[in-house]
């Protein structure tokens, strides 16, 4: 098991899919270390490029090698150097998940992967069919050999509901 508030970095294995408990105002990506950000997916659920390619910047990474794929009721407005797909709403787990597909396939080698807080789908959908998604998408992770990252306000979760999304990991990175 991973657990990055003991270690100075967070360091997977390729395809290693982890849990990654955050606390509700932390931004996961501001605690990656730079190396994550040379070929990274992301999944934002907060809805700003702008905060994805400021911590990629703040990283001393280069942000022409992230992809986003923005979540957000709301139009998303970006005009920079990431990559940003199409917005989705996070309703629509089915359009995320062919986003995602999309996007891991644009890579020629194993990429990173954070979906920077899974809690949102459980505000629009039951807990079997956000299962059902996350195991998606870790299973396409896995395939691409792919590092994932999803993160989750753990405080926000019961404990049941937290260690049945932690069966779908292969280990917990902590973040907190």
Request: charged content about 30%; proline content about 6%; hydrophobic content about 35%.
């Amino acid at each position: 098991m991973t657990d990055a508030a003991d270690e100075d970095t967070v360091s997977l294995r390729e395809g290693e899919q982890s849990v990654c408990p955050i606390d509700a105002m932390d931004d996961p990506l501001r605690q990656l270390p730079p190396e994550t950000f040379e070929r990274m997916l992301v999944v934002s659920t907060r809805g700003d490029p702008e905060r994805v390619e400021r911590a990629v910047r703040d990283a001393g990474a280069d942000p022409t090698n992230v992809v986003v794929v923005p979540v957000s009721g709301s139009a998303i407005r970006y005009d920079g150097p990431l990559t940003v797909g199409k917005r989705v709403a996070p309703s629509d787990m089915t359009g995320v998940g062919v986003r995602f597909t999309e996007a891991l396939r644009g890579f020629d080698e194993p990429a990173w992967v954070v979906v920077d807080n899974f809690n949102v789908f459980l505000m629009y959908t039951d807990q079997k069919r956000v299962y059902r998604f996350m195991d998606s998408l870790t299973g396409k992770a896995r395939e691409s050999g792919a590092r994932g990252l999803y993160c989750t306000v753990r405080d926000a979760l019961t404990d049941t509901t937290y260690q049945t999304f932690r069966n779908l990991f292969d280990s917990e990175t902590d973040l907190r």
